[in-house]
């Protein structure tokens, strides 16, 4: 009779293969490297994981409740929208620097290693922020806070595509030198000067009307 895993082995084969996925991407990570790495049996790992896919499957969960978490603490409360803002960038940060894994997983999905279950991991994934940000973004403008002259669900998916951006330029490999090439090494290092760079940027976006803005005639 199997020896039943405690939690925190359960949570340390989860790292082992969020580590993996990570690196080699879901179809070429070896789950005999991954068991070996964990200190189990490929028969033990498949008594608690429906085999390589279900495996997968669980590592992408333990990586999305983190990034649920995160989302959740930044919008929670009354907050208006560039301080809902700032916490999810420094989150992202954070994030980082805690768990670069989860954000190299992310990518990788995203670059199409997983085309198969593209609709499928789409929904899971960018539901939970989709979700998040049109929220409370159109709380925003129905308050007044923001601009009224814009699309909810539009600026959702750009606010988006600039923090998901910041997530891969402090974790993966060519993102980081493209952050290097645009903005100088010593910027990777100085998060201060990020958040409040940043937050200028989406300041003018969610406050200046287009009415507003001069055109040359």
Same mark, same amino acid.
């Given at each position: 009779?199997?020896?039943?895993?405690?939690?925190?082995?359960?949570?340390?084969?989860? &790292?082992?293969?969020?580590?993996?996925?990570?690196?080699?991407?879901?179809?070429?990570? %070896?789950?005999?490297?991954?068991?070996?790495?964990?200190?189990?049996?490929?028969?033990?790992?498949?008594?608690?994981?429906?085999?390589?896919?279900?495996?997968?499957?669980?590592?992408?969960?333990?990586?999305?409740?983190?990034? &649920?978490?995160?989302?959740?603490?930044?919008?929670?409360?009354?907050?208006?929208?560039?301080? @809902?803002?700032?916490?999810?960038?420094?989150?992202?940060?954070?994030? *980082?620097?805690? %768990?670069?894994?989860? %954000?190299?997983?992310?990518?990788?999905? +995203?670059?199409?290693?997983?085309?198969?279950?593209?609709?499928?991991?789409?929904? !899971?994934?960018?539901?939970?922020? /989709? #979700?998040?940000?049109?929220?409370?973004?159109?709380?925003?403008?129905?308050?007044?806070?923001? @601009?009224?002259?814009?699309?909810?669900?539009?600026?959702? $998916? $750009? $606010?988006?595509?600039?923090?998901?951006?910041?997530?891969? /330029?402090?974790?993966? &490999?060519?993102?980081? !030198? @493209?952050?290097?090439?645009?903005?100088?090494?010593?910027?990777?290092?100085?998060?201060? #000067?990020?958040?409040?760079?940043?937050?200028? $940027?989406?300041?003018? *976006?969610? +406050? +200046? &009307?287009?009415?507003?803005?001069?055109?040359?005639?």
């Amino acid at each position: 009779m199997l020896k039943k895993l405690s939690e925190a082995k359960l949570q340390e084969i989860l &790292e082992t293969g969020i580590s993996e996925f990570a690196a080699h991407g879901p179809d070429k990570a %070896n789950i005999n490297v991954i068991a070996k790495k964990s200190g189990v049996s490929v028969g033990v790992l498949y008594k608690y994981y429906d085999g390589k896919e279900g495996f997968f499957k669980a590592c992408l969960k333990q990586a999305l409740r983190a990034l &649920e978490a995160a989302i959740e603490e930044a919008i929670q409360g009354d907050d208006k929208i560039l301080v @809902r803002a700032e916490k999810l960038i420094r989150a992202i940060q954070r994030s *980082a620097k805690e %768990n670069p894994n989860y %954000n190299v997983l992310y990518h990788e999905i +995203t670059a199409g290693s997983s085309q198969r279950h593209a609709a499928t991991l789409a929904a !899971e994934i960018e539901g939970i922020s /989709s #979700r998040a940000y049109v929220g409370f973004i159109a709380k925003a403008q129905e308050d007044g806070d923001i @601009r009224k002259d814009i699309n909810p669900r539009l600026f959702a $998916f $750009f $606010f988006d595509n600039m923090l998901t951006m910041l997530q891969f /330029s402090y974790s993966c &490999e060519y993102y980081r !030198e @493209r952050f290097k090439i645009y903005c100088g090494e010593e910027m990777l290092a100085d998060d201060e #000067r990020v958040v409040q760079e940043l937050l200028k $940027f989406f300041e003018s *976006a969610f +406050t +200046t &009307e287009q009415s507003q803005i001069p055109h040359k005639r």
